[in-house]
Structures are given as structure tokens and as C-alpha cells.
DNA sequence: GTTCTCTTTGAAAATAGATGTCAATTTAAA
DNA sequence: TTTAAATTGACATCTATTTTCAAAGAGAAC
């Protein structure tokens, strides 16, 4: 399955239906915003992005929750906003406090490292969330 | 060094005069709650766990802020609410999501895996932030 | 296509956590 | 003690998000 815009409307088409929700243009227009942001968005720079001027931030924070629960995109916090991505492989993210580049990385030791430590105490991981953040290559030589 | 609450009045004491500021007795009863907490807490907690009802919210955040900016407390973000721990060794998080409870582990392997990744993007790594969230031995239990 | 009910929406108010403002109070150096 | 500068508490403000609710819209049943 691949991940044109048309199977991603496809799939959030019988999310809503498995969920008893309607089809509408505002829902349809977030999900085409997340999509074409092709990175990491925040409500609000989503909401900015908008072509229809009309649609509410509350709208966009419901379409957003809803899509979270469902695990259609996936969330992290960068400096108190969340941010959101169309759901992919699991990763992790480091980013640059200067000119806020994120990259993504997935470690398959450090995933199961934190596995180990988890059962160590006898806990059932869920989930968990790992950033890194410092200054990118670019803005290193920037500074001087 | 013992971490008996009179060595960490005396630290306490020799920052505030090396930035010229004040001994007052807010700060120190807000510095002898975070010690009394022996644990994370939040400045919400925090305020309400103060003896002296009149000291304000914002005197607490203002000293919380002077404390992490000297290195004296360390934060990190649960569900959106800053915890205070005094600073101890560097660790990391792993949370109950049902409790509550908040074990701390750290892994040398863990740390140097980040390193290496951070190094192989070309980033200046300043900091980390690590949490595992899950069900405590106990919760599990509870549940059946 | 029309009807009809239930869902969704946008605007605005409310909330939570945190920070800024400022006049009154307090600290501590002189 | 005096005094200038720092600190404080009350309150306003901010940012990110959630709630409220009347009006508009979706879509199943006709
Ligand atoms: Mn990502
Ligand atoms: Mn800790
Ligand atoms: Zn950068
Ligand atoms: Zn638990």
C-alpha cells in the first residue's frame, strides 16, 4: 500500500466510517494539510496552512485528536507544542536548537536496551519518547 | 558532600551571593519543600505543599527558574507538567501510566548510542530527553 | 430529491501552566 | 539606622488547548 494521497483519503475515509463519523470538508482539508506539510506540523502552523480561511482551530484540534487516537498520525513535544506526523515506522527524533532541523533516526539497540530496562522493573512498556537536541552541522559553522 | 538539607541550604546560600541575589525567606522555604518532596514534583505541587499560604505561585515559579537555571534542580516534561528533582546523576524516566510511579534508571550503553548516532548526523548534542511510559508490576496485577 | 435526525462546525469563552507588571515590602551594605 | 536596590504577591497576560452551544451540514430513510 502505498502512500499517495489517495490511499491515505481512503483509509481516513473508513476510519471515520468504522467510527460511525461524517465525511466533511473541513476534515478532508486537515487531512490534505498534514499530508502536503510532508514533515513535522504543529496545530497551529496546520491551522495557518489552510486554503479555506473559514475552518476553526477547534476544528483542526478535533480532526487532530481524533487521528492521534486512531494512530492515523503520531505525536512528539518540541519545546512545549506538539507536533504531528502521518503515522510511519516507529523513530525517534534530534533536533537543533538554533534553527529547529529535525532529524530522524531509529536505533534497534537503543529500542531494545529500553526494553530490557523496562522488564528489569517489571513494568509493560507502552511507549516512550526520545529526543536529542543540540546544534545541526549547518549552524556549527555558522556561529563563528 | 552529604546531602543533609543544611549543605544544600549552604549551596543554596553561596549561589544566590556568587549571582547577588537576595536570602529570602521564601527562597529558602521553597528550596527546603523541594528537598522535603525527596522526589518529582511540579510547581503546582510544590505551591501547595508550602507552609506559609502567602507566598505566591509566581515567587515559586521565579525561584523554580533560578534553580534550574543554576544546575541546581533538574526538569523534565511528564504530560505536559514540568517535574523538579534536585540534581543529582545524570538518569532518565520510566513512568506508570496508571499510578503514576516514576522509577529512574540510567544506561551507560544507551548514552554512548546516542552519542554515536548524534555524531553520525554531525550534531553537537547539548541534551536528551528519554522517558518510557507503561504499567508498574503492581498496576498490572490491580488490572485482572 | 426531500425530509429529518444526529453530527459537526465556528466563534467565543474557559482552562491550565507559566510568565510579565508594578506598587509595596524587605534585604543587606554602608 | 538609613537607604538603594532587589524581591515579593496580586493580578494581568500569554500560549496551547479544550469546552460550550447555537447554527449549519451530512447522510440514511423515505
Ligand atoms: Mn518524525
Ligand atoms: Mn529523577
Ligand atoms: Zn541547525
Ligand atoms: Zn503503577
Known amino acids: 500500500m502505498e502512500n499517495s494521497y489517495k490511499n491515505i483519503l481512503e483509509k481516513f475515509k473508513?476510519?471515520?466510517k468504522k467510527n460511525e463519523l461524517?465525511?466533511?470538508k473541513q476534515r478532508e482539508e486537515i487531512l490534505e494539510a498534514i499530508y502536503n506539510s510532508k514533515s513535522h506540523i504543529s496545530s497551529e502552523e496546520l491551522y495557518h496552512s489552510l486554503q479555506n480561511p473559514k475552518i476553526g482551530i477547534a476544528t483542526v484540534y478535533r480532526t487532530l485528536s481524533l487521528l492521534e487516537s486512531e494512530n492515523f498520525v503520531t505525536t512528539f513535544i518540541n519545546s512545549g507544542v506538539k507536533q504531528y506526523e502521518l503515522t510511519k515506522e516507529h523513530h525517534?527524533?534530534?533536533i537543533c536548537n538554533k534553527c529547529g532541523k529535525i532529524?530522524?533516526?531509529l536505533n534497534p539497540e537503543i529500542e531494545m536496551l529500553q526494553e530490557?530496562?523496562?522488564s528489569s522493573f517489571g513494568f509493560k512498556i507502552t511507549d516512550h519518547?526520545?529526543?536529542m537536541f543540540g546544534i545541526c552541522?549547518?549552524?556549527?559553522?555558522?556561529?563563528l
Open 14 to 16: 473508513k476510519l471515520l
Open 103 to 105: 532529524e530522524e533516526f
Open 92 to 94: 525517534d527524533h534530534i
Open 129 to 131: 519518547s526520545l529526543q
Open 137 to 143: 552541522k549547518e549552524c556549527q559553522k555558522d556561529n
Open 22 to 24: 461524517k465525511f466533511t
Open 116 to 118: 530490557k530496562i523496562a
